[in-house]
């Protein structure tokens, strides 16, 4: 999960594994896989951070690499 701020200010935890996309134009809109799209103070920059750190955090980043080298070796 990462912490995310609605735009009145309240905070939540989002899952970050169900975010499909992030864009910036000018509010940032964080939309999932399920179709729902949020609006939140943060940058899509600090948005995009989280996700990376949240995917290292628990291996996802790693094992999508491994997967990838294996693939290339084929």
Same mark, same amino acid.
């Given at each position: 999960m990462i912490s995310i701020t609605r735009l009145n200010g309240a905070g939540m935890w989002l899952n #970050?594994?169900?975010?499909e996309m992030? @864009? @910036?134009?000018? &509010?940032? =809109? !964080?939309t999932l896989v399920t179709g729902k799209r949020l609006i939140v103070l943060e940058k899509a920059d600090e948005v995009i951070s989280k !996700?990376? @750190? =949240?995917?290292? &955090? !628990?291996?996802?980043? #790693? #094992?999508?690499i491994?997967?990838?080298s294996m693939e290339e070796l084929s």
């Open positions: #970050a594994l169900l975010v992030v @864009e @910036e134009s000018p &509010d940032t =809109y !964080i !996700i990376k @750190e =949240y995917n290292r &955090d !628990i291996g996802t980043h #790693a #094992a999508t491994k997967v990838q």
